[in-house]
T-cell receptor, first 111, second 115 residues
């Protein structure tokens, strides 16, 4: 079945760039998503990318998609302490009817 | 836009008791999803509805779990009887339509503790 894999932890200093990586298995993926979860809250949609794009930029966020390797990354420029959270990569299930999520990457930002 | 509203935010109950979690999706959204989040298993899809009709409940762990969506603005997830291993955060999410390109919008979750 479909699977989404992420590394579990990333620690960076304030002001540095953060890069969170994700791999997926579904070759028919058309949209891929990044969500952010702060403590005690639900998942908040950060951005998404359509499969005909290699890159999408939205302010401090840059999403890179390598369809050949089924690899997705989220780059956060000038990382702030407020960016500390869990970041989830998500892909649709094979039927395209629901989202499946990676286990999440906990980003820790130190000042 | 009020977003997806879940209640209660926290629920503590004893093993064997019935638990009912509630969700109000975003107005105009046609699809509704229930997920469960635990440290061990991450986010698991339990069930989802399209136009109030259950489409896939294969993620519901056992017959003790049931979900309903009596109308477009309300859904419940019920656990009867509850067990300690049901302790988790339960999220409801809605999307404008079913299918690719329609992102999910999540509520703040219900943290369930079964003692």
């Amino acid at each position: 079945g479909e699977d989404v894999e992420q590394s579990l932890f990333l620690s960076v200093r304030e002001g540095d760039s953060s890069v969170i990586n994700c791999t997926y298995t579904d070759s028919s993926s058309t949209y891929l998503y990044w969500y952010k979860q702060e403590p005690g809250a639900g998942l908040q949609l950060l951005t998404y990318i359509f499969s005909n794009m290699d890159m999408k930029q939205d302010q401090r966020l840059t999403v890179l998609l390598n369809k050949k390797d089924k690899h997705l990354s989220l780059r956060i420029a000038d990382t702030q302490t407020g960016d500390s959270a869990i970041y989830f990569c998500a892909d649709h299930n094979q039927a395209g009817t629901a989202l499946i999520f990676g286990k999440g990457t906990t980003l820790s930002v130190s000042s | 836009d009020a977003g997806v509203i879940q209640s209660p935010r926290h629920e503590v109950t004893e093993m064997g008791q019935e638990v009912t979690l509630r969700c109000k999706p975003i107005s105009g959204h046609n699809s509704l999803f229930w997920y469960r989040q635990t440290m061990m298993r991450g986010l698991e899809l339990l069930i989802y509805f399209n136009n109030n009709v259950p489409i896939d409940d294969s993620g519901m762990p056992e017959d003790r779990f049931s979900a309903k969506m009596p109308n477009a603005s309300f859904s419940t997830l019920k656990i009867q009887p509850s067990e300690p291993r049901d302790s988790a955060v339960y999220f409801c999410a809605s999307s404008l339509r079913q299918g690719r390109g329609s992102p999910l919008h999540f509520g703040n979750g219900t943290r369930l503790t079964v003692t």
